[in-house]
Every structure is written in structure tokens, then in C-alpha cells.
């Protein structure tokens, strides 16, 4: 069992969400965050040693998907969220240490 994690732009999160519908997730959750990445939209004034962060607003998915899923998972995402630009967001998976099929109530 893997844990996926994808940050992307907040007008794609419903398309993202639709695309996953179909998908074999075995728990969701949603959350809008705030960040800066590589995109360096983020202002500094070294004079007064003071620093003006410009977070832009993200959508969090976090899944939790079979290992033999992800693969497909992280394609269902790229299809909808991947436009080549830079700020399109983040995929990150993560491994669940000692995760026991027996653990997930229902």
C-alpha cells in the first residue's frame, strides 16, 4: 500500500477528481493549501531584511492506493493536471511502513 500526494492548480482538481472516479482508490482525502515552488513568484527586499512570501493557492490529494495501482493512479493524474508548465504542481508517493490489510476498518 502506497500513499499518493498530488499538488495541483485548483481550477484542475475537480477535473483530476472525475478522472480518479473510476479508479481503484481505497481512501481520498482534499484540501486547499498555499505554496511556492520553483516558480519564484515571491518577493524580497534584502534592505530592511524583511521577507513578502506570494503563496499561490493549491489543491492537496491525498490517496491511498495498492501498490500494483500507482502506476495507473499517477497516469490518471498527469492525463488531466500536466499542462509542460512550470507550476502545474507536485505527484509524490510515499511507502506505508508496516500497513496490515487487517488495520483498515470499514
Known amino acids: 500500500m502506497k500513499q499518493v500526494i498530488a499538488i495541483v492548480r485548483p481550477y484542475l482538481a475537480e477535473r483530476v477528481l472525475e478522472n480518479l472516479r473510476l479508479a481503484p482508490l481505497e481512501a ?11 516558480q519564484k513568484n ?4 534584502y534592505r530592511e531584511s524583511e521577507y513578502g512570501f506570494s503563496f499561490l493557492p ?7 492506493v495498492e501498490d500494483f ?16 508548465r512550470m507550476g ?3 505527484i509524490m508517493i510515499l511507502p506505508l511502513a508496516g500497513f496490515a ?4 476498518s470499514e
Not at 482525502?29 to 505554496?35: D, F, L
Not at 515571491?42 to 527586499?45: A, G, M
Not at 490489510?101 to 483498515?104: A, D, I, L, T, Y
Request: glycine fraction near 8%; avoid cysteine; charge should be neutral.
Open 28 to 38: 481520498l482525502m482534499v484540501r486547499e493549501v498555499k505554496g511556492f515552488g520553483r
Open 42 to 45: 515571491y518577493l524580497q527586499d
Open 58 to 64: 493549491k489543491v492537496e490529494i491525498t490517496m491511498w
Open 69 to 84: 495501482r500507482v502506476e495507473e493512479v499517477v497516469r490518471l493524474i498527469n492525463d488531466v493536471a500536466r499542462s509542460g
Open 88 to 90: 502545474d504542481g507536485k
Open 101 to 104: 490489510e487487517s488495520q483498515v
